[in-house]
Antibody, heavy 122, light 111 residues
Framework: QVQLVQSGAEVKKPGASVKVSCKAS????????ISWVRQAPGQGLEWMGW????????NYAQKLQGRVTMTTDTSTSTAYMELRSLRSDDTAVYYC???????????????WGQGTMVTVSS | QSALTQPASVSGSPGQSITISCTGT?????????VSWYQQHPGKAPKLMIY???NRPSGVSNRFSGSKSGNTASLTISGLQAEDEADYYC???????????FGTGTKVTVL
């Protein structure tokens, strides 16, 4: 079945970096883009950015520009999200989500990973 | 880019219908028919319930329906069931540099 499986929970100190993986299966990886969405404890969803699995084009949320990098490895059908200079307010569950429609602009996210808890604490 | 505005909570009795609103601007909800709705149970990942304002993915109950008027989209749940108790988020594509914006979220309680 179509699924996205993410890496496990992380605990990081302020100023450090974290890299979360998202392994896709059950579909042609390069046919769909992947977005990353995070959710702070007790808060709503926040779109972080998007990467095309076809050509690695990216588009990041303005507030995270300069701190986030999204990449893909087509040989393993895996997407990655790296966030640098971590702060306490980066503590959140990080989700990867597949574009419902391939080819760039999508209308929704139809498959979600199970989420990865990232805790930033000294 | 500000989040779309949703009521914090909505409740209803089993069998009733409820409607959740999602208010945006002319740069997102009012401009595009790319409004989607997600259901999230505690500790779980969001699940797509509605896309393109009013379309249901395969497997989603027809008790869920969506609509839009101007800058406000709505999700209606008819024949409310205990399993519908969850958080619901709307989302829209936006013309801002942040391509997608989510709503503030609505907690649905089945009385």
């Amino acid at each position: 079945q179509v699924q996205l499986v993410q890496s496990g929970a992380e605990v990081k100190k302020p100023g450090a970096s974290v890299k979360v993986s998202c392994k896709a299966s059950g579909y042609t990886f390069i046919s769909y883009g992947i977005s990353w969405v995070r959710q702070a404890p007790g808060q709503g969803l926040e779109w972080m950015g998007w990467i095309s699995a076809y050509n690695a084009n990216t588009n990041y949320a303005q507030k995270l520009q300069g701190r986030v990098t999204m990449t893909t490895d087509t040989s393993t059908s895996t997407a990655y999200m790296e966030l640098r200079s971590l702060r306490s307010d980066d503590t959140a569950v990080y989700y990867c989500a597949r574009d419902r429609v391939g080819g760039g602009l999508t209308d929704a996210f139809d498959i979600w990973g199970q989420g990865t808890m990232v805790t930033v604490s000294s | 880019q500000s989040a779309l505005t949703q009521p914090a909570s909505v409740s209803g009795s089993p069998g009733q219908s409820i409607t959740i609103s999602c208010t945006g601007t002319s740069s997102d909800v009012g401009r595009y028919n790319y409004v989607s709705w997600y259901q999230q149970h505690p500790g779980k990942a969001p699940k797509l319930m509605i896309y393109d304002v009013s379309n249901r993915p395969s497997g989603v109950s027809n008790r869920f329906s969506g609509s839009k008027s101007g800058n406000t989209a709505s999700l209606t749940i008819s024949g409310l069931q205990a399993e519908d108790e969850a958080d619901y988020y709307c989302s829209s594509y936006t013309s801002s540099s942040t391509n997608y914006v989510f709503g503030t979220g609505t907690k649905v309680t089945v009385l």
